[in-house]
């Protein structure tokens, strides 16, 4: 398979093949929706929490006799029933990790990828330098690479002047609907390739992502 390489003037210089193990996968659902459930709740702190009528202050005495009082029957000052009493099944600190297969976690990526080439969404550059941050600059590359929603610019190594010159994106171009977000190729995730329309991606930034998933990994690595 074979896409179309553009420079940052949005001008095609060449063609880069790409690996269908990783770009031409099947779209399965069910594994991407497992994945994005997973990595949204693995990031979940889970740190919330409450107490319960045994945690809160107060006497344990209770307030009046049972009978032959005309009110309601009540306990101590730390019943649920009461103001700032104990909290009934509340949240207590706990964890939300879930565990998912190395081969679900790697499939989905590459359904994610592949669904990027084709919808139309994919853009290989040949490579994204910057002398100095410049948001305009990173605005202009865009629109003309045609691309005026959420963009997602992944690259071979750590750049901090591509992203800096993101990170105002969306408030300095009105056509921007969405937002701009540079990540490195390895750190691809689910998530992200959900929440960004499209995928902008350096040459050998693809080259990291066949390396990656494009092949088994040895055993003991994550995949």
């Given at each position: 398979m074979q896409v179309s390489v553009y420079n940052t003037k949005g001008a095609v210089v060449g063609q880069l093949d790409l690996d269908e193990s990783v770009f031409a996968v099947p779209m399965n659902e069910a594994v991407v929706h497992q994945a994005l459930v997973r990595q949204r709740a693995n990031a979940r702190l889970g740190t919330a929490s409450t107490k319960t009528r045994s945690n809160v202050s107060g006497s344990g005495r209770k307030l009046y006799r049972q009978k032959h009082t005309g009110r309601a029957r009540a306990g101590d000052l730390r019943s649920p029933l009461r103001r700032r009493g104990g909290i009934t099944f509340g949240p207590h600190p706990r964890s939300y990790r879930q565990q998912m297969p190395k081969k679900m976690r790697r499939l989905a990526i590459k359904c994610l990828l592949s669904a990027k080439v084709a919808d139309g969404e994919l853009k290989v550059v040949d490579k994204l330098e910057m002398s100095q941050p410049r948001t305009k600059d990173m605005i202009g590359m865009l629109q003309t690479l045609g691309i005026d929603r959420s963009a997602l610019i992944a690259l071979s190594a750590p750049n901090s002047?591509?992203?800096?010159?993101?990170?105002?994106?969306?408030?300095?171009?009105?056509?921007?609907?969405?937002?701009?977000?540079?990540?490195?190729?390895?750190?691809?995730?689910?998530?992200?390739?959900?929440?960004?329309?499209?995928?902008?991606?350096?040459?050998?930034?693809?080259?990291?992502?066949?390396?990656?998933?494009?092949?088994?990994?040895?055993?003991?690595?994550?995949?």
């Open positions: 002047t591509a992203v800096k010159s993101v990170s105002n994106i969306s408030s300095l171009s009105p056509r921007m609907r969405g937002r701009a977000k540079i990540i490195q190729a390895q750190l691809l995730n689910v998530v992200d390739l959900l929440t960004y329309s499209d995928l902008i991606i350096t040459a050998d930034a693809v080259r990291v992502v066949e390396r990656l998933w494009g092949a088994e990994p040895p055993a003991g690595t994550e995949g």
